[in-house]
């Protein structure tokens, strides 16, 4: 048992509470009292706020490479991704659990617990399978376990290169051949504690509407999370609607996709309609502002979203930057750019967004609460850095959803365990592992 004393916790209400005892027993919250004013003698002291464990609920971890390297210039979502293919042609498993491995422990100092990693690297160079067909799948695995996160592989099915058409040579990688295929390859995927295995329909021009029932048949049977890119871009909408008569969500709909456990990742682009399906599903919606945002893909329609029905989660996507402070404020302040008006989201559902949220579409619903039962993930942001000096509690969920960055997570524990102390990985020495990574990969 280890008793941990927070200055001040979330505790999923609209502020946050003061003096908040945790009692922690084989990685699990065992109780937690609030209105103890000093810390017991014997209980860890987590001076600012502790936050429930966050989720990044969309990942592709090899992207981190891309980082400063192609933003500059102009070009489009569609030239970034020829750039993004370059970089995953040079992907080997070696290489791959390297930079996955950096990337994630760059996202445990972030203060994230759980990651969702939309996997679609799975074969070697021409699209030929590794000796295990699932080789790049359990280098990921192996990378979320020794960067002390927990991981929710969605492993992605991928079969064309647009509607219609055959894999281009980079995506070849991707391809299975078949949702049969595909299915059979991820069958042979274990599950672990720190492990869920998911499905994902890379979009629906990567994949047909048989193939992408099969997929979401395969989900539903095994009450598996189900992900999809919806709508990123408007030539996406065009391609289905001009090509199949129906929105990209639409659709995910008629292939028996739209659940509570279906989480449509971006939905920039939507019609009305999409709006009211997805809210009818009671789906998820995974934001990934800071990639929208570089890529120019445009600013989803969030509020109407949430009234409709739906929930939020939030992600990295392409890792531009890995904060989640900053995808938690960017839903609300673009929605303020693009709307004219303040006030949609606030810090708490921010919050919420960023930690229960992702954690319930990754399929751990049992994370991202601060509460008896809870798994013991504790996110410790501490109040006394140059952006958060001067916080008040009564005010301090805000303060920290709109000022607060990466750097000022102090402590992070995973399952009970302390990934993150004093600002560092116990065990990743990060920068150094994402220079070697990325340098290994860009070379
Ligand atoms: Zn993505």
Redesign the pocket.
């Known amino acids: 048992m280890t008793l941990y004393w927070c200055e001040l916790a979330w505790l999923g209400g609209p502020r946050a509470e003061a003096g908040v005892l945790v009692d922690v027993q084989d990685g699990r919250i065992a109780a937690v009292t609030s209105g103890i004013p000093a810390p017991l003698s014997g209980a860890r002291r987590l001076e600012g706020i502790t936050l429930p464990g966050l989720a990044n609920a ?1 990942s ?1 971890a090899f992207q981190r490479a891309l980082r400063g390297r192609t933003q500059h210039g102009s070009g489009s979502f569609w030239t970034w991704r020829e750039q993004m293919y370059r970089a995953a042609d040079r992907l080997d498993p070696d290489s791959y659990l390297a930079l996955a491995r950096a990337t994630y422990a760059e996202m445990a100092l972030a203060g994230v617990t759980t990651v969702g990693e ?1 996997h679609y690297v799975h074969h070697g160079p021409g699209g030929v399978p590794y000796e295990d067909p699932n080789e790049m799948g359990r280098a990921l695995v192996a990378a979320a376990a020794e960067a002390g996160v927990r991981l929710t592989l969605l492993d992605c099915c991928y079969l064309h290169g647009g509607i219609g058409e055959p894999p281009g040579d980079s995506q070849r990688r991707f391809s299975d051949g078949s949702a049969e295929a595909w299915a059979e390859r991820v069958e042979a995927l274990e599950e672990g504690e720190s492990v869920r295995v998911g499905a994902a329909i890379h979009s629906m021009r990567a994949v047909d509407p048989g193939s992408a029932a099969g997929v979401a048949g395969w989900a539903r049977e095994r009450e598996r999370p189900l992900h999809a ?1 919806v709508s990123e871009q408007p030539a996406e909408n065009d391609a289905c609607l001009e090509a199949l008569g129906h929105t990209p969500t639409g659709l995910l709909s008629e292939a028996g996709a739209l659940a509570a456990s279906f989480t449509a ?1 971006h939905a920039t682009h939507l019609a009305d309609g999409d709006v009211d399906l997805l809210g009818g599903a009671a789906a998820c919606c995974c934001v ?1 502002p800071t990639t929208e945002r570089d890529l120019a893909d445009g600013i989803g329609a969030m509020r109407r979203l949430v009234d409709a029905g739906a929930s939020l989660s939030l992600g990295s ?2 890792h531009a930057v890995i904060d989640l402070f900053e995808e938690a404020r960017a839903v609300e302040l673009d929605e303020r750019l693009a709307g004219g008006e303040r006030g949609r989201h606030d810090a708490a559902a921010l919050l919420r967004a960023a930690s229960e949220g992702g954690h319930a579409c990754l399929g751990w619903p049992d994370a991202g609460r601060i509460e008896h039962g809870a798994r013991a993930d504790l996110v410790t942001v501490g109040l006394d850095s140059v952006r958060l000096a001067g916080t008040e509690a009564e005010s301090v969920l805000g303060s920290v959803v709109f000022a607060a960055t990466t750097t000022d997570v102090r402590h992070v524990l995973v399952d009970g365990n302390t990934v993150v102390e004093d600002g560092r990985h116990v065990a990743v020495d990060v920068p150094r592992e994402l220079d070697e990574a990325i340098r290994a990969v860009m070379a």
């Open positions: 969309h592709h939309f890119h990742v990934c996507d392409s």
